[in-house]
């Protein structure tokens, strides 16, 4: 079993629908949880960062963590066709240790 | 303007010639890492060090090396390179304890004929 699932997609949806990406995760000493967002032949770039259970928002996106159900999830209000990309969840035990990904949700935002 | 670089892009080798990846950073960061990314698996972590002379091994450390002499480098050494490394390849950095504050480089795609 792996540490880190998530469905791979891919998920397409409309200009302006709100995006659910979810990620589920088996080690209860996870205590880090990141969401990073890959364009097409680039470097994954950190979007959102949290430590702790609930909510985090950054303008249109959403970071959600429920550690009783190890389960995280991220939101984007307003989907863009700018959104279209790959998005991973990243977990870690104490921060700057060793990260573990998930496999990352393909996304598509049609205009 | 922060960045972390990879050298080279694109690499195209045989098996069992020695290769190494270059990673550099100009943000005074302590902690590097080097990440591969694999259709259906993910990025997954080889190696990362959490300071100069101090490094520790990830998922998938085997068939690599490091070292990291410097604050600044953090080369990937492919000693005797295989086809299953055939990859593509992520450096990344970041300030000690602060996730935030991380980069990753463009990446390089490696193929092991």
Redesign the interface.
């Known amino acids: 079993q792996k540490e880190v699932e998530?469905d791979?997609g891919p998920l397409s949806v409309p200009e302006g629908a709100i995006v659910s990406l979810n990620c589920t995760y088996s080690n209860s000493a996870f205590q880090?949880f990141?969401w990073y967002r890959q364009y097409s032949?680039?470097?994954?770039?950190?979007l959102m960062?949290t430590y702790s259970s609930g909510n985090k928002e950054d303008g249109r996106f959403t970071a959600q963590v429920d550690k009783s159900s190890k389960y995280i999830s991220l939101f984007i209000r307003d989907s863009q066709p700018s959104d279209s990309a790959t998005y991973?969840c990243?977990i870690?035990e104490t921060?700057?240790s060793?990260?573990?990904?998930?496999?990352?949700t393909q996304l598509t935002v049609n205009p | 303007e922060a960045q972390v670089t990879q050298n080279p892009r694109y690499l195209i080798t045989v098996t069992g010639k020695k290769l190494t990846v270059t990673c550099s950073q100009n943000m005074n960061h302590e902690y590097m890492s080097w990440y591969r990314q694999d259709p259906g698996l993910g990025l997954r972590q080889i190696y990362y060090s959490m300071n100069v002379e101090v490094t520790d091994k990830g998922d998938v450390p085997e068939g690599y090396k490091v070292s990291r002499k410097e604050k600044r480098n953090f080369p990937l050494i492919l000693e005797s390179p295989s086809p299953n490394q055939t990859s593509l390849y992520f450096c990344a950095s970041s300030s000690r304890g602060q996730r935030e504050t991380q980069y990753f480089g463009p990446g390089t795609r490696l193929l092991v004929l």
């Open positions: 998530q791979p880090y990141m032949r680039k470097g994954p770039e950190l960062y991973l990243a870690e921060s700057g060793r990260l573990t990904f998930g496999e990352g």
